[in-house]
């Protein structure tokens, strides 16, 4: 026995002497920062008044997001000259290439995160030259009629395993849902008992109609509204003070996303075209570093393609975050040549978020560690090759 533990120590004394870790690619692939609600039709949910947001526009960044994200911006840098892949100058695509998804929340989050980053450098926002770009547009893909069914059942199988009764009571008293003119004119006033419509449709977003999707579209701009900083009374109108709170409608919107985005099928049909994009980068192409500004669509199938183990975030009561970023690292051992891939949900807090806290080195975001779970770990780590592998599986149909 005291063997075995000396045997350990050893390997261990020597594994930490014998490594010299260098970082030398990063892929950053973010969700776009704090934006307007995107339901038009939140009015028809609740008798109350909604507050009432500077910018009109449904699903625009605004500028307390902007604000947000140009520290997550201000930081990313400090981080990435600190490791050594960038250094005082203006990067060139080489060392640093951003790519974006079209919409307006998207382009504006990856300039506000480059203006702050890199002021006066003059970097190029890429984007695709079709209004719909099909590498961030979480759309099904899958033509045949077995897909679609296999998809549905794994859907419903989600759906039927998730727990929101009391979820659910709490939120139409929020609302004082029964008040709503959507219960008085469409006579559905039970979010326990009415139903959820299941949708899968080729070229289609996977979605769901009912109580689950009112609750989501509701609980999406309470959240909004609290990042946005508005007075804790105007927030879901002061009926969610504390974490337990916020905890049990959350998972309202957990169980939104889990049906439409965490289902194997659904996950890897969604999220090929980002992931050839990805590993195309990772790959083939040496951009050191590259940010890509997208939805929590991509960030959840992704996750879930990419099979990453479950993992809670800290002071957050998202799953994906407004300008969270998932962060995907090439370490390199300089003295055995190995790589490693290391992956890390880099986000702020919530009080960060509603706060407007500057980031830095000395007051980072937050770093969550996610590990693969179709990886053969070695000492804590997945090899570069097997992550490549991984990422090769997902390719084929
Ligand atoms: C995307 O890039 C093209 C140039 O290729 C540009 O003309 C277009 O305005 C950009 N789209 C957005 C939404 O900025
Ligand atoms: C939730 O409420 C419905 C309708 O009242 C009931 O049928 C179901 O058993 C409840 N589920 C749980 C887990 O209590
Ligand atoms: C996806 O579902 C799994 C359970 O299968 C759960 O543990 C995980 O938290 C979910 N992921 C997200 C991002 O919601
Ligand atoms: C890697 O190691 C070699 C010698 O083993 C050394 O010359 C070189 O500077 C190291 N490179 C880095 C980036 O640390
Ligand atoms: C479509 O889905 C079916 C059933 O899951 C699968 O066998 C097939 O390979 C998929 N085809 C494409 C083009 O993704």
């Known amino acids: 026995m005291l063997l075995v533990i000396l045997l350990v120590l050893i390997s261990v004394i020597q594994g930490d002497c014998e490594q010299d870790f260098k ?26 008044s909604w507050p009432s947001w ?14 947000l ?68 547009n979480p759309v099904i893909h899958n033509r045949s009629a077995i897909f679609r069914q296999e998809a549905i059942e794994e859907m419903q199988t989600l759906l039927k395993s998730l727990h929101l009764n009391n979820s ?24 326990i008992t009415d139903k959820n419509k299941i949708f899968v449709n080729v070229g289609l977003k996977p979605n769901l109609e009912g109580p689950l999707k009112i609750s989501k579209s509701v609980i999406d701009s309470f959240i909004m509204e609290n990042y946005e900083g508005f007075p804790l009374k105007e927030v879901a109108w002061g009926q969610l003070i504390n974490t337990k709170q916020w905890d049990l409608v959350l998972e309202l919107s957990k169980g939104y996303h889990s049906t439409i985005f965490n289902t194997t099928l659904i996950a890897r049909d969604l999220a090929r075209p980002l992931l050839k994009y990805m590993r195309d980068i990772l790959v083939n192409k040496h951009h050191r570093t590259t940010l890509l500004m997208g939805h929590d669509a991509n960030i959840y199938t992704v ?51 509603r706060q407007g806290k500057s980031l830095s080195l000395k007051n980072p975001p937050e ?10 770990y070695v000492n804590g780590l997945c090899p570069w090759d097997e992550f490549v592998q991984l990422l090769d599986n997902l390719m084929e149909a």
């Open 23 to 48: 970082l030398q690619q990063v892929l950053i692939l973010s969700r776009h920062n704090v934006r307007t609600p995107l339901s038009k039709n939140l009015a028809n949910f609740t008798p109350k």
């Open 168 to 191: 659910y009571r709490d939120l139409e008293d929020i609302l004082d849902y029964k008040q709503s003119e959507y219960c008085l004119l469409e006579g559905k006033c039970d979010f």
């Open 69 to 136: 994200e140009g520290f997550m911006g201000e930081y990313f840098k400090q981080w990435l000259q600190n490791e050594g892949l960038l250094d005082d100058a203006c990067p060139n695509e080489n060392s640093f290439f951003v790519y974006a998804n079209t919409a307006q929340r998207t382009m504006a989050s990856a300039y506000a995160f480059v203006d702050k980053a890199f002021p006066n450098c003059d970097i190029k926002i890429h984007n695709s030259s079709v209004t719909t770009d099909p590498i961030f």
């Open 303 to 353: 996750l879930k393609a990419l099979d990453i183990m479950p993992y809670s975030l800290k002071n957050q009561y998202e799953m994906t975050p407004a300008g969270g970023k998932l962060v995907f690292q090439r370490w390199v051992d300089n003295i055995s040549g190995q790589g490693y891939v290391k992956i890390d949900y880099v986000y702020q807090a919530t009080e960060q978020m």
């Open 54 to 67: 500077k910018e009109k526009k449904s699903g625009y960044l605004t500028a307390k997001g902007a604000l």
């Open 367 to 376: 770093f969550t560690p996610l590990k693969l779970g179709g990886c053969k």
